[in-house]
């Protein structure tokens, strides 16, 4: 009996010492969890994409479904089809992803350059509007494009431009890469104005000035000094909006569709829709492998380190540019540019909302019908006004549901991931969380969306089948959102001192207890700014969402696109402003009683994030 007991005592001992260590329990719970939400998704849809589907028998009669096969390849990359379901959205996806982030890039640095390091006249006003983009949905451009520049030979009907001047556009002007490049680009320049933003905050004037008093001339100070020390944001914003703009569904298949231009994203989107889940699988896993061998090339460009030292224990001085007599003539630009990306399309969306009927832009035209009214047969397929339309209603209610669960479940999840990290800091366990909490930033939305059908579409061990529950929505919105929250928990827990909760622990307090009375309170401007983000993210989301909604599950963006197929501008107008005013009132909520909101330049925990993540 003695022998046991003393073969007991190490195991005691070691049950003893893991308790008084809870983040190795926590952290294994969450590596296990997240691996299996992260990478059993991408082993299911490498399984299908090397195996049989029953869509595959119309082709191979012999197949049998389930055995191993390369026909999917074959079909994808060598077959007859192969052009058309391949090279010819390959190359437009290229295009339009170095198109977008070329321009995005230079928008945003140069504005980033002017409300950061001049004295230009409302640069915090001008601040704010530069970021509202990035809380509007990326196809509100799309829709008011369409309606400036719609023409009757695709778009069913006339656009402003032909109604009030008598001028058709062209197809290529109205529809295709041209369009598509530039409403995505003026986007999703906010991700390069927030992270040159924050780069050039840090940089101290007295280097440039130092290389100004040894006669560098300001070309070579620009290459020498200031260049790279923003390379690592310039990296980050290059990585961020390539990824994202190739993964984006919206307006590729607004713009895109109506003249068969096919983009990766609108392909995985045919394909699944068509119930040929091996092709789409195969399209999502080279997007997948674009977006590791991007981020791979900018780690390789950027150099070992991942950060230059620019604040010191010295004093530090940013002296803004004196812009002279420029400072009233680039009030104006920026004025003008903003009217154009924020105010105009939605004035334009709020002018389609209010017309009886389609394409007529008549003042005479104006109505509040399908905002009030009641269903009306003769006007368009019937439905009542949003505020009397029960379909709307549950939209809407579901996107609330998805927003407030999702942010809620992600900020506390990203907190844990965060404490589990920081406090388990160089073991094994917490590297491997670090990188789980960080793989989905390499899927884009549109192709996790799809990952997830292939395990989700049927039960996984004890894990029923959730396609068609609200339960996927939620779950997919949080893993996509978590290498953002996870970064934010990260940061807040590296600004906690240790000794406060170890203090807690001697005097016997619980750790539940002391995540709940220390940690979290400490922490909450970071979880608040998580669980804003993925607020934002959730309700304007379509490229994620879009493959897995059904009439149960609508919410908000997905209607909005059937009403667009429908081709209800209206309808599709009058949503598209509901949805931006719930997201602007959720901000200014949020802002009024936190004191931040993701524009405060003064707080910028979600921009922080975005910019960890990227690098």
């Known amino acids: 009996m003695t022998t046991a007991l003393t073969g007991r005592a190490p195991l005691v001992f070691a049950l003893r010492r893991l308790g008084s260590r809870p983040e190795i329990i926590l952290g294994a719970i969450l590596t296990l969890v997240l691996g299996f939400l992260v990478i059993t998704p991408l082993a299911e849809a490498l399984r299908d994409a090397f195996t049989y589907q029953p869509y595959d028998l119309a082709y191979?009669?012999?197949?049998?479904?389930?055995?191993?096969?390369?026909?999917?390849?074959?079909?994808?990359?060598?077959?007859?089809?192969?052009?058309?379901?391949?090279?010819?959205?390959?190359?437009?996806?290229?295009?339009?992803?170095?198109?977008?982030?070329?321009?995005?890039?230079?928008?945003?640095?140069?504005?980033?350059?002017?409300?950061?390091?001049?004295?230009?006249?409302?640069?915090?006003?001008?601040?704010?509007?530069?970021?509202?983009?990035?809380?509007?949905?990326?196809?509100?451009?799309?829709?008011?494009?369409?309606?400036?520049?719609?023409n009757s030979r695709y778009g069913g009907g006339e656009g402003m431009v032909t109604y009030f001047f008598d001028i058709e556009p062209p197809n290529w002007f109205s529809y295709g890469m041209l369009p598509i490049v530039i409403c995505l680009a003026l986007h999703y320049y906010a991700y390069a104005f927030l992270l040159m933003g924050g780069a050039m905050e840090s940089v101290d004037s007295e280097l440039e000035e130092a290389g100004a008093t040894s006669g560098i001339s300001k070309f070579r100070r620009l290459i020498l000094i200031t260049v790279p020390l923003l390379l690592p944001a310039l990296g980050s914003a290059i990585v961020m909006t390539f990824i994202r703009v190739l993964g984006t569904f919206g307006t590729p298949a607004l713009l895109g569709l109506p003249v068969r231009f096919f983009t990766f994203s609108t392909q995985i989107y045919a394909a699944l829709k068509s119930r040929n889940a091996g092709d789409g699988f195969v399209l999502a896993l080279v997007l997948v492998v674009m977006a590791i061998l991007f981020i791979q090339i900018n780690s390789r460009i950027v150099g070992v380190r991942k950060s230059f030292v620019t604040l010191t224990?010295?004093?530090?001085?940013?002296?803004?540019?004196?812009?002279?007599?420029?400072?009233?003539?680039?009030?104006?630009?920026?004025?003008?540019?903003?009217?154009?990306?924020?105010?105009?399309?939605?004035?334009?969306?709020?002018?389609?909302?209010?017309?009886?009927?389609?394409?007529?832009?008549s003042l005479g035209n104006l109505t509040l019908h399908f905002w009030i009214g009641g269903a009306t047969e003769s006007l368009q397929t019937g439905d009542p006004g949003i505020l009397n339309n029960p379909r709307i209603h549950e939209a809407l209610w579901n996107s609330l549901k998805l927003g407030i669960s999702a942010s809620?479940?992600?900020?506390?999840?990203?907190?844990?991931?965060?404490?589990?990290?920081?406090?388990?800091?160089?073991?094994?366990?917490?590297?491997?969380?670090?990188?789980?909490?960080?793989?989905?930033?390499?899927?884009?939305?549109?192709?996790?969306?799809a990952i997830y059908i292939g395990i989700f579409a049927q039960s996984y061990?004890?894990?029923?089948?959730?396609?068609?529950?609200f339960a996927l929505l939620i779950l997919i919105t949080v893993v996509k959102n978590l290498p953002f929250t996870a970064r934010t928990g990260v940061a807040a827990m590296h600004q906690i001192d240790k000794s406060l909760e170890e203090t807690a622990r001697v005097q016997g307090i619980g750790w539940f207890r002391r995540m709940w009375q220390i940690i979290l309170p400490m922490s909450r401007s970071g979880v608040v700014a998580g669980m804003l983000?993925?607020?934002?993210?959730?309700?304007?989301?379509?490229?994620?969402?879009?493959?897995?909604?059904?009439?149960?599950?609508?919410?908000?963006?997905?209607?909005?696109?059937?009403?667009?197929?429908?081709?209800?501008?209206?309808?599709?107008?009058?949503?598209?402003?509901?949805?931006?005013?719930?997201?602007?009132?959720?901000?200014?909520?949020?802002?009024?009683?936190?004191?931040?909101?993701?524009?405060?330049?003064?707080?910028?925990?979600?921009?922080?994030?975005e910019r960890a993540v990227a690098h």
């Open 60 to 150: 191979r009669r012999d197949a049998e479904v389930g055995a191993f096969t390369l026909f999917h390849f074959e079909r994808i990359f060598t077959g007859q089809l192969s052009l058309a379901l391949f090279y010819r959205p390959f190359l437009n996806s290229l295009i339009v992803g170095v198109g977008v982030t070329a321009i995005a890039i230079v928008v945003g640095t140069a504005l980033a350059w002017l409300m950061i390091r001049t004295d230009l006249p409302g640069r915090s006003f001008f601040g704010f509007l530069a970021v509202v983009p990035y809380m509007m949905p990326s196809w509100v451009l799309a829709l008011a494009w369409l309606s400036l520049f719609r």
């Open 313 to 361: 224990g010295k004093g530090f001085r940013r002296r803004p540019v004196r812009l002279g007599g420029w400072r009233w003539p680039l009030v104006g630009m920026v004025s003008l540019f903003m009217v154009i990306v924020v105010a105009f399309p939605l004035m334009i969306l709020a002018w389609e909302s209010l017309m009886l009927k389609a394409n007529d832009y």
């Open 408 to 449: 809620i479940f992600n900020g506390l999840l990203g907190l844990l991931v965060g404490y589990a990290i920081v406090r388990g800091r160089g073991s094994l366990m917490a590297k491997a969380l670090e990188a789980i909490s960080f793989a989905p930033y390499i899927f884009p939305s549109i192709a996790l969306g």
């Open 461 to 469: 061990g004890p894990i029923p089948a959730l396609y068609g529950t």
């Open 533 to 609: 983000l993925t607020f934002i993210s959730a309700m304007r989301e379509l490229s994620l969402i879009v493959l897995l909604v059904t009439p149960t599950t609508m919410v908000l963006p997905g209607l909005i696109y059937g009403y667009q197929e429908q081709n209800q501008p209206q309808h599709s107008g009058a949503v598209s402003l509901l949805l931006v005013i719930i997201i602007f009132i959720v901000n200014g909520l949020v802002r009024l009683t936190t004191g931040q909101s993701f524009s405060s330049r003064k707080k910028p925990d979600a921009e922080r994030a």
